[in-house]
């Protein structure tokens, strides 16, 4: 019996953390790691990172999630102002707007 308001059963990307149907998942994997590679290979040598790893099966979906969602976590780059974690490709444009703030007791200005 199907639940009131449940949508279909996605499944995350373990490359970009986007949301797909069962399907649809594998035929959207083959296009984003080479859409990966590519921008991987574009990238200065220093900021190149190792392919994140596909979940292993078997799992259970909530595991499988878990492993994907930490997967796609491992290829974002901490902004070194404030710390928030972007693409690689949005970090650089993140920093333009972004500037050290004060932290009381580090003596940053």
């Not at 649809?24 to 790893?53: F, G, T, V, Y």
């Amino acid at each position: 019996k199907a639940v009131a308001g449940a949508g279909p059963k996605m499944r995350t990307c373990y490359l970009c953390g986007m949301q797909f149907g069962k399907a649809s998942l594998e035929i959207h994997e083959r296009a984003c790691k080479k859409k990966w590679d590519a921008a991987n290979a574009a990238a200065p040598a220093d900021q190149r990172k190792a392919m994140p790893e596909k979940p292993s099966a078997p799992l259970s979906s909530a595991e499988y999630e878990k492993q994907a969602y930490d997967s796609f976590q491992s290829t974002l780059a901490a902004c070194p102002n404030c710390g928030r974690t972007f693409l690689p490709d949005r970090l650089e444009i993140h920093m333009r707007s972004c500037c050290p703030k004060e932290i009381p007791g580090n003596g940053m200005a």
